[in-house]
């Protein structure tokens, strides 16, 4: 589907182009680059049939860093509001896509602000969060302990969860790649979330679906996310939401 919308998510530095979250072969991850003024703070998107706030009575939160943000792409193309517009095509107009991505965040961010985000309606929390803990190579138990605290603030509230697994480059080894990646899944299961084991899964590493820094998706690398990202959350919703 190829319909728009959005809201501030990953955020790594600017790597060169070469460089990507699969294959990134430029050594130390630069500095993090901070967010388009637009971008740095979450909000929530108007639900795509133009109902008022008060009318919107059930809403997805994304928490999530630059590349749920939608870096240097225009509100309308972040993948939350991409996804938005999808369930107002099928009809559900009311549901309303609330992007809490902050460029440059990590998943202790996340956990810091993930209160924030349970406003009044929320019944799904997409959790995309992790690249920029993979990209400064911080410790894997790290990220398990954070992910597993959102997710259990989550579930105190009975909202549903999404999982988003990220990739860490392979510059930081194998034993820590693999170690990255399980993460997501033990979490998961641990915690009743659906996984999506990478978020970028047919965008990383394709030029046509990435800026030039090589890691922030372009326009229809972002609807290429939304697709991946529909498939688990499509069918958390009903025709009675």
């Known amino acids: 589907m190829t319909i728009r919308r959005a809201i501030p998510l990953v955020a790594a530095g600017v ?22 003024p637009d971008l740095t703070a979450a909000s929530s998107t108007p639900s795509a049939s133009g109902d008022s706030a008060e009318t919107v009575r059930f809403k997805i939160a994304f928490l999530g860093d630059s590349l749920t943000a939608g870096l240097n792409l225009v509100s309308q193309q972040a993948y939350p509001a991409v996804i938005q517009e999808m369930f107002a095509a099928e009809g559900y107009t009311q549901i309303e896509s609330i992007n809490a991505g902050i460029s440059g965040d990590t998943t202790a961010g996340g956990r810091r602000r993930v209160d924030q985000v349970f406003e009044p309606g929320v019944r799904i929390l997409v959790v995309a969060l992790g690249g920029n803990d993979a990209l400064r190579g911080l410790p894997v138990e790290q990220l398990r302990d954070n992910l597993i605290t959102i997710t259990d603030r989550a579930k105190a509230r009975g909202i549903k969860m999404i999982l988003a697994g990220m990739e860490a480059p392979p510059n930081f080894g194998p034993a820590y790649t693999a170690a990255f990646r399980q993460a997501y899944r033990d979490v998961a299961r641990q915690q009743g979330a659906i996984l999506i084991p990478f978020l970028l899964d047919g965008v990383a590493g394709l030029p046509d679906m990435n800026q030039g820094d090589g890691i922030h998706p372009t326009a229809a690398g972002a609807e290429k996310v939304a697709d991946t990202v529909w498939s688990a959350l499509r069918p958390l919703v009903s025709p009675n939401d």
Request: overall charge positive.
């Open 15 to 36: 790597l060169i182009s070469a460089c990507s979250l699969r294959n990134v072969s430029c050594g130390t991850p630069p500095a993090l680059q901070p967010p388009p």
